[in-house]
């Protein structure tokens, strides 16, 4: 059973950093890519960055220059580091994986962690 488990979101002030994580953990035999959605209430889910294995990223033009996506491949961990925080970054973030385990290309989501900006 694969599962993706998320951390690191919270409450923060306007101009703040957050640091958001998620380990994939099961039947695991590649990854491929990893990313970060989010969702605010009553707006569409749109994603945020994602990570290719070799690193190549993307990211959303509202985030360039203040969000930075990163992979551990040995811990099969992504990375979102959140500077610069906007009230409009408030949204649960949600990690999603394409992950080969070893029966099937699948689609993976976390659970989602709340990130709230406000002073």
């Known amino acids: ?11 923060v002030q306007p101009g703040g950093s ?14 491929n890519p990893m990313g970060w959605y989010r969702q605010a209430p009553g707006k569409e889910r749109e994603l945020v960055a994602s990570i290719n294995s ?9 985030v360039k220059g203040r969000f930075t996506i990163s ?9 979102l580091q959140m500077n610069s925080l906007k009230p409009e970054d408030t949204a649960v973030y949600l990690c999603n994986a394409h992950i080969n385990n ?5 689609t993976y989501w976390g659970q989602g962690t709340q990130v709230t900006v406000s002073s």
């Open 1 to 11: 059973q694969v599962q993706l488990v998320e951390s690191g979101g919270g409450l």
């Open 18 to 31: 957050l640091r958001l994580s998620c380990a994939a953990s099961g039947r695991i035999l590649s990854i």
């Open 54 to 62: 070799d690193s190549s990223t993307y990211y959303v033009d509202s």
């Open 71 to 79: 992979r551990d491949n040995a811990k099969n961990t992504v990375y």
């Open 102 to 106: 070893y029966y099937s290309l699948k």
